[in-house]
């Protein structure tokens, strides 16, 4: 059947011109050819494979939402523990430097001294012991009693400690410099006594086995002193033994020095390797995400000749 003509009036208007302006045209044309007539076409929907890409394509961006997070989440855990590393880092050195800084110190006991820990045939220098009374040293021109000493070492039971150790009831005098051995004793027995006094610094030190072993005696706590005195023992020894070197040219501090007095020094160099976090123990038993950190402090004081 033919369509029936219609008459469609269409006003022409320019651009800008008022609604009610233009040319009015009567056009005449079919229902079917008529621009306004025109039936819209039906809009396609997605094919199975466009789903399954639009798919693919989520999963992807879902998954790589996942891993973004979860290493956002690590991050922060590790800032966290470093973070915490660092502050027991910095409390434990700057104790043991402002004991050192505070130490006593004569012509017979230098004011500190480091002892080794043997294990084995392996020489460990993790003890400090400095000369710290409390109150005013009953014979500052003598030697130290150990309840007048302050100790750092790594705890004897639990390696992954640095303790400060002090002998309150220890009136006993220390041994001279020369005899080690006693010294290495002495020490050892105030380690373990009952009636010290332990304060834990860290509990993060990083343990390291000796030649493998399990045994708690052989867990070694990773932390390292190292001293120097100028002008040095051997220097002062020589000179008393036959006055080569003269007393002016000893190694004395930035060259002060008098006729009878002059400055000496005695410095230490110290060494932490901290966890991050004390889940590291069991996570990293080898400890090689272990933290170093380095300080130094020096004690100055008048040597008389």
Not at 6 to 23: C, E, I
Not at 63 to 89: I, K, N, P, R, W
Not at 151 to 157: A, E, G, R, S, V
Not at 221 to 245: C, H, M, T
């Amino acid at each position: 059947m033919n369509s029936r003509p219609m008459n469609v009036t269409v006003t022409l208007r320019k651009r800008g011109q008022s609604p009610f302006a233009g040319t009015a045209l009567r056009v005449l044309c079919t229902k079917g050819d008529c621009p306004l007539f025109r039936p819209m076409k039906p809009r396609r929907g997605l094919t199975l494979v466009e789903l399954m890409i639009g798919m693919a394509v989520m999963s992807i961006i879902a998954v790589m939402m996942t891993a973004l997070s979860s290493a956002v989440f690590v991050g922060a855990e590790y800032a966290d523990e470093h973070g915490l590393a660092v502050q027991h880092a910095r409390v434990a050195l700057e104790r043991i430097s402002r004991t050192v800084r505070e130490a006593k110190a004569n012509n017979t006991f230098p004011g500190f001294l480091v002892l080794t820990k043997q294990v084995s045939t392996w020489y460990f220098p993790n003890t400090l012991v400095v000369w710290r009374p409390s109150s005013a040293a009953p014979d500052i021109d003598g030697v130290p009693q150990f309840n007048e000493l302050v100790i750092f070492c790594p705890h004897p039971d639990d390696p992954h400690r640095l303790v400060e150790i002090t002998a309150p009831t220890n009136v006993n005098t220390v041994p001279a410099l020369s005899n080690l051995a006693l010294w290495r004793t002495q020490i050892n027995l105030i380690k373990t006594s009952a009636d010290s006094k332990i304060v834990t610094l860290t509990n993060l030190m990083r343990v390291c086995a000796v030649n493998g072993s399990a045994n708690i005696a052989d867990q070694q706590g990773n932390v390292w002193f190292v001293s120097r005195l100028l002008p040095s023992k051997a220097e002062l020894d020589d000179y008393y033994a036959d006055g080569s070197p003269t007393w002016d040219e000893l190694s004395w501090v930035q060259g002060i020095y008098g006729s009878e007095t002059g400055l000496r020094q005695n410095w230490v160099r110290m060494e932490l390797q901290l966890m991050p976090g004390t889940e590291s123990f069991d996570t990293d038993p080898g400890g090689e995400s272990a933290i170093p950190f380095f300080d130094s402090a020096a004690l100055y004081y008048e040597y008389s000749r």
